[in-house]
């Protein structure tokens, strides 16, 4: 193994997290939990002795399911997260966009967070001064950049984060699903600008769910499943392994969100769950316009108290294929004690096709070992005069929590 | 990109130190955003707490008597309590702060401790000017010991960065440290002679006087009080004469090599404990 080939070198990588059972983070709990002799947390293994190299010059594409540890992966690649076991090292500059606009504070104007963000890329002022008129025109943002970022639309702030992140000079680039969000035209310039980063013959490590991508810019691809690697080889092998794995079954696009069970509906008797599409007023609708953002509410009452789970949804077209999916895993749940009475509100950016969609939910534990509930089609909504005609990239989406702990209902 | 040690090569490399101004910035920018005063407010808030306990304890009490030009010499004692009191804690919910970042990019954590704390040295640089308008319109004969103000200021930095270190680090794990920090602030507000004058300790009580003394904010507070407003101020020198002077100087290479040491330890893992 010679480190003059190799931008990367991953050896024995296994990450184990601590995750606490309870609200470990106070002293009570704590002394509490030191008297009784318990540990107070869980282990969970995300990446289990995972070995790889990436050469430099390499377009390398990172697949696998929700879970199956990609994120945990890009993350130690990144040194945000020091291995628990093994190594990782990196021959190279190495720029990370785990997430776009990476700082971005609503608070200030799009001027003072071009600063802050190229900061972070290791910019100077002088040099974001340099470039700064061709970061607004990339981004066709001009006359909003004294504006604050929170007045922005959700597209605005990604076309403003994105035309800053291009202009990171790194040897190692590492992509997050960067390219999964915005319009079409967006993505045109996301994908030009891979084809530029592959003429340049830079190193990128791209995380990514669409198999097109793979194929269009990868040189090699590795799967990824629970934590392991299941295959590395060329971007046919991997494409073809991850469709046959997760396609010929519509159902199993479902098991992203609850691993799937005979009956169409299984029960947690300690669960209640109802979902409602509603407007951004809170109305009851079924049928949202081009421009409307879809807003699914689930209202999740729980009889006893109940610890450690997420919920995932996920919305299919009529024959049953999923368009998105998506679970709380990356904001937890609040917890459910008896009685309790939780609404979780997605807001999810209309980039659907015109159609009928139904939409699936599940109560998983956050090891996955326990379905506590999956209910399909338990609502319907449609989406009108779209101008989309296939849903290809997935829409941007944040979770809000409500929580009601009143035992009167 | 980025190494995780803290060298001091790398704290004034190029990268951080365009890191540490951008933060800074924001910092100082996000502060007052929606206040109508604005900066103001950071030399306002320390001059009403003056005022009020300027009203209290030298006009209802009269503990001012026996010092020459008390509105100085109590308020330069509250800029620098407000100094440590507000760097400490700024440290304290830094690194919790910016958990978004952490969790997304890999940087030195530390920068942002400093960040931190350097918002509250700006705050006390308007706050020291505010004092010399003060010692203008007061009768007091400067020397040319008020230099000695800027290594005292130094000495106090170094201590309050060295318990911020430890703080943000501490609160990572352990959210109480928050709470536990704030009684403890106000009991070392009222064990620090800020609002009364050491003498009316040493008088009743000389060894309780010593023992306060060896507090490194007292004797930054006392010294910098003897160069700037009264040689009468009864400072550690004046009071120990011996080698004890130098149990602050202990105390805070002490603390600062512990939070060091606590925080190198602990930064790898903030990303997943956050």
Same mark, same amino acid.
């Given at each position: 193994?010679?480190?003059?080939?190799?931008?990367?070198? &991953?050896?024995?990588?296994?990450?184990?997290?601590?995750?606490?059972?309870?609200?470990?983070?106070?002293?009570?709990?704590?002394?509490?939990?030191?008297?009784?002799?318990?540990?107070?947390?869980?282990?969970?293994?995300?990446?289990?002795?995972?070995?790889?190299?990436?050469?430099?010059?390499?377009?390398?594409?990172?697949?696998?399911?929700?879970?199956?540890?990609?994120? @945990?992966?890009?993350?130690?690649?990144?040194?945000?997260?020091?291995?628990?076991?093994?190594?990782?090292?990196?021959?190279?500059?190495?720029?990370?966009?785990?997430?776009?606009?990476?700082?971005?504070?609503?608070?200030?104007?799009?001027?003072?967070? &071009?600063?802050?963000?190229?900061?972070?890329?290791?910019?100077?002022?002088?040099?974001?001064?340099?470039?700064?008129?061709?970061?607004?025109?990339?981004?066709?943002?001009?006359?909003?950049?004294?504006?604050?970022?929170?007045?922005?639309?959700?597209?605005?702030?990604?076309?403003?984060?994105?035309?800053?992140?291009?202009?990171?000079?790194?040897?190692?680039?590492?992509?997050?699903?960067?390219?999964?969000?915005?319009?079409?035209?967006? $993505?045109?310039?996301?994908?030009?600008?891979?084809?530029?980063?592959?003429?340049?013959?830079?190193?990128?490590?791209?995380? @990514?769910?669409?198999?097109?991508?793979?194929?269009?810019?990868?040189?090699?691809?590795?799967?990824?499943?629970?934590?392991?690697?299941?295959?590395?080889?060329? @971007?046919?092998?991997?494409?073809?392994?991850?469709?046959?794995?997760?396609?010929?079954?519509?159902?199993?696009?479902?098991?992203?969100?609850?691993?799937?069970?005979?009956? *169409?509906?299984?029960?947690?008797?300690?669960?209640?769950?109802?979902?409602?599409?509603? *407007?951004?007023?809170?109305?009851?609708?079924?049928?949202?316009?081009?421009?409307?953002?879809?807003?699914?509410?689930?209202?999740?009452?729980?009889?006893?108290?109940?610890?450690?789970?997420?919920?995932?949804?996920?919305?299919?077209?009529?024959?049953?294929?999923?368009?998105?999916?998506?679970?709380?895993?990356?904001?937890?749940?609040?917890?459910?004690?008896?009685?309790?009475?939780? #609404?979780?509100?997605?807001?999810? $950016?209309?980039?659907?096709?015109?159609? @009928?969609?139904?939409?699936?939910? *599940?109560?998983?534990?956050?090891? #996955?070992?326990?379905?506590?509930?999956?209910?399909?089609?338990?609502? #319907?909504?449609?989406?009108?005069?779209?101008?989309?005609?296939?849903?290809?990239?997935?829409?941007?989406?944040?979770?809000?929590?409500?929580?009601?702990?009143?035992?009167?209902? | 990109?980025? =190494?995780?040690?803290?060298?001091?090569?790398?704290?004034?490399?190029?990268?951080?130190?365009?890191?540490?101004?951008?933060?800074?910035?924001?910092?100082?920018?996000?502060?007052?955003?929606?206040?109508?005063?604005?900066?103001?407010?950071?030399?306002? =808030?320390?001059?009403?707490?003056?005022?009020?306990?300027?009203?209290?304890?030298? =006009?209802?009490?009269?503990?001012?008597?026996?010092?020459?030009?008390?509105?100085?010499?109590?308020?330069?004692?509250?800029?620098?309590?407000?100094?440590?009191?507000?760097?400490?804690?700024?440290? %304290?919910?830094?690194?919790?702060?910016?958990?978004?970042?952490?969790?997304?990019?890999?940087?030195? =954590?530390?920068?942002?401790?400093?960040?931190?704390?350097?918002?509250?040295?700006?705050?006390?640089?308007?706050?020291?000017?505010?004092?010399?308008? +003060?010692?203008?319109?007061?009768?007091?004969?400067?020397?040319?010991?008020?230099?000695? %103000?800027?290594?005292?200021?130094?000495?106090?930095?170094?201590?309050?960065?060295?318990?911020?270190?430890?703080?943000?680090?501490?609160?990572?794990?352990?959210?109480?440290?928050?709470?536990?920090?704030?009684?403890?602030?106000?009991?070392?507000?009222?064990?620090?002679?800020?609002?009364?004058?050491?003498?009316?300790?040493?008088?009743?009580?000389?060894?309780?006087?010593?023992?306060?003394?060896?507090?490194?904010?007292?004797?930054?507070?006392?010294?910098?009080? +003897?160069?700037?407003?009264?040689?009468?101020?009864?400072?550690?020198?004046?009071?120990?004469?011996?080698?004890?002077?130098?149990?602050?100087?202990?105390?805070?290479?002490?603390?600062?090599?512990?939070?060091?040491?606590?925080?190198?330890?602990?930064?790898?893992?903030?990303?997943?404990?956050?």
């Amino acid at each position: 193994m010679t480190h003059q080939e190799n931008a990367v070198i &991953v050896e024995n990588l296994t990450k184990t997290f601590k995750i606490p059972t309870e609200s470990s983070n106070g002293l009570k709990q704590k002394l509490i939990n030191t008297l009784k002799g318990k540990k107070g947390y869980r282990e969970f293994t995300p990446l289990n002795n995972v070995s790889f190299e990436i050469k430099k010059g390499e377009f390398f594409g990172i697949v696998g399911r929700n879970g199956s540890g990609k994120s @945990t992966l890009l993350k130690s690649i990144a040194n945000i997260y020091t291995p628990t076991r093994g190594s990782v090292h990196v021959d190279g500059s190495l720029v990370p966009f785990i997430e776009l606009g990476v700082g971005f504070n609503p608070e200030l104007t799009g001027r003072e967070n &071009v600063f802050l963000n190229g900061a972070l890329l290791g910019f100077s002022r002088a040099e974001m001064e340099a470039m700064y008129d061709d970061i607004v025109d990339f981004a066709e943002i001009g006359d909003f950049m004294d504006e604050k970022l929170k007045n922005y639309s959700s597209g605005m702030q990604v076309r403003l984060a994105f035309s800053i992140a291009i202009r990171a000079d790194g040897d190692i680039l590492l992509l997050d699903e960067v390219l999964a969000v915005g319009d079409e035209a967006f $993505q045109r310039k996301c994908f030009d600008y891979f084809a530029q980063l592959k003429i340049e013959k830079k190193t990128v490590i791209l995380v @990514t769910h669409g198999m097109s991508n793979v194929r269009d810019f990868c040189d090699r691809a590795m799967l990824l499943s629970d934590g392991q690697i299941k295959h590395i080889g060329s @971007t046919q092998e991997i494409t073809e392994l991850y469709e046959k794995i997760n396609l010929p079954d519509p159902e199993k696009e479902l098991v992203t969100v609850g691993k799937k069970i005979d009956d *169409s509906e299984s029960i947690d008797e300690r669960l209640d769950v109802a979902v409602k599409s509603v *407007s951004k007023s809170g109305k009851d609708v079924n049928q949202f316009l081009a421009d409307d953002k879809i807003y699914l509410e689930v209202n999740v009452v729980a009889q006893e108290y109940i610890d450690d789970v997420f919920l995932g949804i996920s919305i299919h077209k009529p024959d049953g294929e999923a368009v998105f999916v998506k679970t709380t895993e990356d904001n937890p749940l609040p917890i459910l004690n008896s009685g309790a009475k939780v #609404r979780v509100l997605f807001e999810i $950016q209309n980039i659907f096709a015109e159609n @009928t969609y139904y939409v699936n939910i *599940s109560i998983k534990s956050n090891d #996955r070992a326990k379905v506590h509930l999956i209910k399909e089609d338990t609502k #319907r909504f449609r989406v009108v005069n779209s101008g989309i005609h296939k849903t290809t990239f997935r829409p941007i989406v944040s979770i809000t929590y409500k929580k009601d702990d009143s035992k009167d209902r | 990109m980025f =190494k995780s040690n803290m060298k001091i090569s790398n704290i004034i490399s190029r990268r951080n130190r365009i890191l540490l101004r951008e933060l800074v910035i924001t910092d100082f920018k996000l502060r007052y955003q929606d206040s109508v005063l604005g900066y103001a407010w950071s030399v306002l =808030k320390p001059l009403f707490l003056f005022l009020i306990l300027y009203i209290v304890f030298d =006009k209802f009490l009269r503990l001012g008597r026996d010092i020459e030009n008390f509105p100085v010499y109590l308020l330069l004692g509250i800029v620098l309590w407000t100094f440590f009191s507000e760097a400490t804690n700024l440290g %304290l919910q830094s690194i919790i702060g910016r958990g978004d970042l952490i969790r997304k990019i890999n940087f030195p =954590k530390y920068i942002i401790v400093i960040s931190g704390t350097i918002s509250s040295l700006i705050n006390l640089a308007f706050n020291l000017l505010v004092v010399a308008v +003060f010692v203008i319109f007061s009768d007091i004969q400067l020397t040319w010991h008020v230099v000695l %103000l800027i290594p005292l200021i130094i000495e106090l930095y170094i201590f309050s960065l060295a318990v911020a270190f430890f703080l943000a680090a501490v609160n990572v794990k352990l959210r109480d440290i928050g709470y536990l920090w704030e009684v403890f602030l106000q009991a070392a507000f009222y064990a620090t002679p800020v609002l009364y004058p050491l003498q009316m300790v040493y008088g009743q009580w000389p060894e309780a006087a010593k023992l306060l003394m060896i507090n490194p904010v007292a004797q930054v507070i006392q010294d910098a009080r +003897f160069v700037v407003v009264t040689d009468g101020t009864i400072t550690s020198w004046g009071l120990f004469g011996d080698w004890k002077v130098l149990i602050p100087f202990i105390i805070i290479a002490v603390v600062a090599v512990l939070a060091v040491f606590y925080f190198k330890r602990n930064s790898p893992y903030f990303a997943e404990d956050i």
